[in-house]
């Protein structure tokens, strides 16, 4: 019996997606001038107001509105009637050096904190990510270039994509079942426009989909949109984030956090791992799980699930990472090249399945080929 699946993404004019942006940006910022700095900042954004707040201890001096204000703009807010008044907006830091304690652990190369990690890879498509969230994110990144081109000029930043596959009973996608967009407009552009000019030059020439399954802001006009509609705040989007539902996830968010927070680096290493696992043709689905307690350099626990796809038992799978890939914080930083300024281009459209970062390398593949 076939199913379905439906995973969403947003754009970077979403006001959690700006939340994101911004923390991220102070965080690019910051390691620009010291790539040891410790920074966990978050950011609270609405009608008129953006707050940062958090922890950095660096040798660099920032000037977090003026970055705040630089984000925003980029991402294209400028009036009230955007979404976002830049220029009468309150920006407010509210920015404290980080807790000796954490500190302290951190300095010896530890985990910051406990918590569990997950990465996850399968075969259905290309970039080894599971369809609908990929499909997602490709929509919504073509929704803001459409708007920042001039492809179509009366497009306002904030969106949402939401993309449903059907697999067939063995697991595999068979297609695009619908499709989904919610577009921010400006108010004189009518419904029937959009929704041709979204189908036309945005959906289609994407994805093969049936224009009938294609639905385009059905609940009619979207003028008023961004933080002026909705509060942002940072990490609030993790679905979105990693792989749309489709796989686990742990407890912490990415945006904001230097790579001494596992939440963040050693997400990004469970992803390498298992997609270089299913990039070897060791499993055809594979999540990896980690945990590490406060202060460990060794992980807490390790497991692989193959989901009955592994060439190898799990448990033998689980036994190769832990033999081949050396986990500890300070050289999953290392073997990742994550203390530099890389962070504000992933805060939108999801971190993994995307080109040019070190976690979507497969070129650990080849050696695991040889496991036994």
Same mark, same amino acid.
């Given at each position: 019996?076939?199913?379905?699946f ?7 004019g ?7 942006r911004?923390?991220?940006s102070?965080l ?5 001038q010291?790539?040891r700095g410790?920074?966990?900042c978050?950011t ?5 107001l ?6 950095i ?5 920032v000037d977090?509105?003026g ?17 976002f008044?830049l ?7 509210? $920015?404290?050096?980080?807790? &000796?304690? !954490?500190? #302290? +652990?951190v300095d010896? /190369?530890?985990?910051? =904190?406990?918590?569990m990690?997950?990465?996850?890879a ?16 490709k929509l919504?990144a073509?929704l ?16 949402k994509?939401q993309?449903?596959i059907?697999?067939?009973?063995s697991?595999?996608? $068979?297609?695009?079942?619908? &499709?989904? !967009?919610? #577009? +921010?407009h400006s108010? /004189?552009v009518?419904l =029937?426009?959009?929704?041709?000019d979204?189908?036309?030059?945005v ?11 294609i639905?385009v802001?059905?609940?009619g006009?979207?003028v008023i ?27 912490g968010?990415f ?15 469970m992803?390498?791992?298992a ?5 070897a ?14 202060g460990?350099?060794a992980?807490f ?10 060439r ?7 036994e190769v990472?832990g ?7 300070g050289?999953?930083i ?8 890389i ?10 399945g ?8 497969t070129?650990?593949?080849?050696e695991?080929?040889?496991a036994?």
């Open positions: 019996m076939n199913s379905y439906t995973s969403e993404s947003v754009t970077e979403h006001p959690d997606k700006v939340a994101d911004i923390s991220d102070v690019d910022a910051v390691l620009a010291d790539p410790r920074v966990a978050e609270f954004i609405t009608s008129g953006c707050v940062v707040g958090g922890e201890t660096a040798n660099a001096d977090i509105p970055i705040a204000r630089k984000a925003i703009a980029e991402i294209g807010y400028h009036t009230a009637d955007d979404g008044d220029d009468a907006a309150e920006i407010r830091s509210v $920015v404290r050096s980080q807790s &000796v304690e !954490i500190g #302290a +652990q010896t /190369e530890g985990a910051g =904190d406990q918590g990690m997950f990465g996850f399968c075969t259905d498509t290309d970039e080894l990510v599971p369809m609908p969230i990929i499909i997602a994110h919504a073509r803001t270039e459409a708007r920042k081109t001039g492809l179509i000029p009366y497009l306002r930043p904030d969106g994509t993309v449903t059907e697999y067939d009973g697991g595999k996608p $068979v297609g695009i079942a619908k &499709v989904l !967009i919610a #577009a +921010q108010p /004189e009518d =029937d426009t959009l929704r041709r979204v189908i036309r030059l959906v289609q020439p994407a994805v093969d989909v049936d224009e009938r399954n639905r802001n059905p609940n006009s979207f949109g961004g933080p002026g509609a909705d509060t942002g705040l940072t990490g609030r989007k993790i679905i979105v984030d990693t792989y749309g539902g489709y796989a686990r996830h742990g407890g968010a945006s904001g956090k230097d790579p001494t927070k596992v939440d963040r680096s050693a997400t990004y290493m992803r390498y791992v997609k270089n696992l299913v990039a043709g060791l499993a055809d689905r594979c999540e990896v799980e980690i945990a590490y307690g406060i460990d350099t992980p626990s390790l497991k692989v699930d193959t989901f009955g796809t592994g190898l038992p799990d448990e033998r799978l689980s990472v033999e081949r890939f050396d986990l500890t914080p050289s999953i290392r073997v990742l090249d994550l203390r530099r300024p962070y504000t281009p992933l805060s939108a459209y999801g971190h993994f995307r080109p040019g970062v070190s976690w979507e390398q070129d650990r593949a080849d695991l080929r040889g036994r």
